[in-house]
């Protein structure tokens, strides 16, 4: 049955390091603690698409089902330093349904691995078909300092990605700056945060900009053409 209220979820790694705290409700949210050290602050998860109601970012949520498991396994590598890689994550995958019209339902999956973190979302068949095209990528990456970045920027969606990447704070990037990935923060001087993607499928590609407030980041989308 439906989790009503707020409910709070807490992911660990393996090892302890990373921890994932989910709070999901009126809103749907996100932190990241590594190792003692806040990494990323409460921060919103969303979708908006075309035609359609956003998902997640404003949207209350309720919780249908929660699944978790731990993954170890070993693949092997065709380039870089490790011919074998140990893939050691605790999952969650978390199966929400909006409690307003139309009432759909996705899916997030969380891992947390010993040395990082990350989080997919899956949209049901029924859901896709709602929501054909997605406009923009509503997560946001709140910190809790005006943190040193290593940042690359590109005049647009089609340039090739190699640039030289430059240390600068991250409020002073440009809010209309398209900036490639990986971006790294400085989140202490024990504490190093790299952030891109992985194992997409049928996704635009992703950029971030200058979050709406201070000491954030905000996903940009590659748009259709």
């Known amino acids: ?78 380039y870089g330093k490790r011919e074998k890689v140990n893939n050691n994550a605790n999952e969650v995958v978390v199966e929400l349904q909006e409690t307003l019209f139309p009432g759909r339902k996705f899916n997030l999956i969380f891992r947390a691995y010993n040395d990082g973190v990350a989080f997919r979302f899956f949209l049901p068949e029924k859901t896709a078909a709602l929501c054909r095209m997605i406009t923009n990528d509503r997560a946001e990456f709140k910190f809790a300092e005006n943190h040193s970045v290593w940042a690359t920027t590109y005049p647009s969606f089609t340039t090739g990605q190699e640039s030289e990447f430059t240390k600068q704070n991250m409020n002073s990037l440009n809010v209309n700056a398209l900036v490639g990935l990986p971006l790294l923060v400085e989140i202490s001087k024990n504490c190093y945060a790299a952030f891109t993607e992985a194992n997409i499928s049928n996704w635009a590609g992703m950029y971030f900009g200058k979050g709406e407030q201070n000491n954030s980041l905000q996903i940009k989308l590659a748009p259709l053409g």
């Open 1 to 78: 049955g439906l989790y009503k209220g707020t409910k709070e979820k807490t992911i660990m790694s393996p090892n302890g390091n990373a921890q994932i705290n989910l709070k999901i409700g009126e809103t749907l949210t996100w932190n990241v603690v590594f190792n003692g050290t806040q990494v990323i602050n409460d921060s919103p998860i969303g979708l908006d698409f075309l035609n359609a109601p956003s998902l997640g970012n404003g949207s209350p949520l309720s919780v249908l089902k929660m699944t978790e498991k731990t993954i170890n396994e070993t693949w092997n590598n065709v």
